[in-house]
């Protein structure tokens, strides 16, 4: 659409340069034809933002304000000075106002250069997908990055069944370092038509934004960047675990606040003063439908991590995946230079996704260090486990951003396949998991090299 639209636009700005070349040079002539073609592109764009068809519509909010803005300006101008200005325009200023005109919407457009048009991938199961919204208010911690000494805030965002009898496992999703919460919504669009809840999380100060109750913007912590970019396969491993520790403390921190307070609100039904919710309703509603007693957790990336040391710390988890995160909460303490994992046989069903470059480097890892890899340990230590390995991806190809952004996926990690093939073969694997542990359904999909 953001094509389309700066084709027609530069097309409408050519023409007004060309038409006073040719025919209308006289500047009343100009200010009417610039009023027109003004009038005509706002009608274009606003046009595009309104249709139905058009998804993620903020992309277009600068365009369009800029767009009417200069509609407004140029139509009072032409009405003003109609009468009152003589002479010829001159080409020059003609040809200098086109090509302005023409970088000034062209740089309002890189949203919508930047970000598709994307609206998830089609789902497989039977039910239609609803989503609410809340933000729930832990009391009984302080937010470590506010210096206000306000409480700890996490949005968390509902996927479920719309118009669903029965009851449906419930399932929390964690975001990587600054992510966002709808980083794998094919995912949950995918589980909720099968029959589940699932709970997205946003992890303020690790999320790239979110919003608090007052409504404000809360972007990604600056410090928090920073520690995560200086981790690295070379760093040492007693820096890693010193940092990781503490992201770890935080964010199994807020999920175990928003399960457990998920879990009251089932048992009483009711929300407590935690809640803070526009969805009330509809949130005790899909509550009423969620069955505690059958609990999945998953995360991309530092997400996934925070989903394995959250499945060892609780006893009513039934399965765990975990998204190209390495499982960092297993090392539990760094001696002589060396990871120390916890020795206890992790007691969960873990689904670990991988990339092959990962994978074939996990032996060298064993050979450098004289231990496995900690992925490779846990899932040799486990209860139950599988190692899946996709072939030709990179990090963020387990999340819908090569689909939303690929110039954003590019940036951060994206290999050469078929993105949205590579993310419906990830969504069916996780369904199968979810199915087989928490649902007792079907049998475990063999395969393990995609």
């Not at 058009?54 to 009468?83: E, P």
């Not at 919407?105 to 998830?120: C, D, E, V």
């Not at 139950?384 to 940036?411: C, E, R, W, Y």
């Amino acid at each position: 659409m953001g094509i389309i639209f700066m084709i027609l636009f530069t097309i409408a700005e050519a023409a007004l340069a060309v038409l006073t070349f040719t025919r209308f040079r006289e500047k009343n002539d100009w200010l009417k034809n610039r009023a027109i073609i003004r009038a005509s592109e706002a009608v274009l764009l606003l046009a595009i933002v309104l249709v139905p068809v058009t998804h993620m519509k903020w992309r277009f909010f600068i365009a369009l304000a800029i767009v009417l803005a200069r509609c407004i300006f140029d139509g009072v101008m032409w009405l003003v000075r109609r009468d009152k200005v003589t002479g010829m325009k001159k080409r020059g200023w003609t040809a200098v106002n086109c090509v302005l005109s023409i970088i000034l919407i062209a740089g309002a457009l890189m949203p919508a250069f930047i970000f598709t048009n994307y609206n998830g991938l089609s789902t497989t199961g039977e039910y239609e997908v609803k989503q609410a919204a809340a933000i729930l208010v832990d009391k009984n911690r302080t937010d470590a990055f506010e210096s206000d000494g306000s409480f700890r805030e996490v949005p968390a965002y509902f996927y479920y069944p719309e118009n669903a009898d029965g009851s449906f496992p419930l399932v929390i999703f964690s975001h990587g370092a600054f992510g966002y919460y709808q980083s794998n919504y094919s995912t949950y669009a995918e589980l909720a038509s099968n029959g589940y809840v699932v709970v997205a999380l946003d992890h303020p100060h690790h999320a790239f934004f979110t919003t608090d109750t007052d409504g404000k913007t809360v972007t990604v912590d600056t410090g928090f960047l920073e520690d995560v970019m200086k981790v690295t396969e070379d760093s040492p491993d007693a820096d890693v675990f010193e940092l990781s520790q503490g992201w770890l403390k935080l964010r199994t921190g807020d999920m175990n606040f928003v399960l457990d307070t998920i879990k009251t609100a089932c048992e009483t039904a009711q929300l407590d003063d935690s809640w803070h919710t526009d969805d009330a309703g509809t949130i005790l509603n899909v509550l009423a439908h969620t069955d505690t007693g059958k609990i999945g957790l998953m995360g991309h990336s530092l997400g996934g991590a925070t989903s394995v040391a959250l499945g060892r710390e609780r006893d009513d988890i039934g399965a765990v995946i975990d998204l190209d995160g390495t499982m960092l909460g297993e090392t539990v303490e760094v001696k002589d230079g060396k990871n120390v994992y916890d020795p206890e046989p992790y007691p969960v069903p873990v689904l670990d996704f991988t990339k092959e470059t990962d994978y074939n480097g996990r032996e060298q890892y064993k050979n450098e260090n004289g231990y496995p890899y900690v992925n490779e340990y846990v899932t040799g230590n486990a209860r139950d486990s599988k190692t899946v390995i996709f072939k030709g991806v990179q990090h963020m190809d387990f999340t819908d951003l090569p689909l939303i952004s690929p110039f954003l996926a590019n940036m951060l990690g994206s290999g050469d396949v078929d993105h949205e093939q590579t993310l419906k073969t990830v969504n069916g694997i996780v369904l199968n998991w979810f199915d087989y542990y928490l649902k007792n359904e079907g049998t475990l999909e063999k395969r393990a090299e995609y």
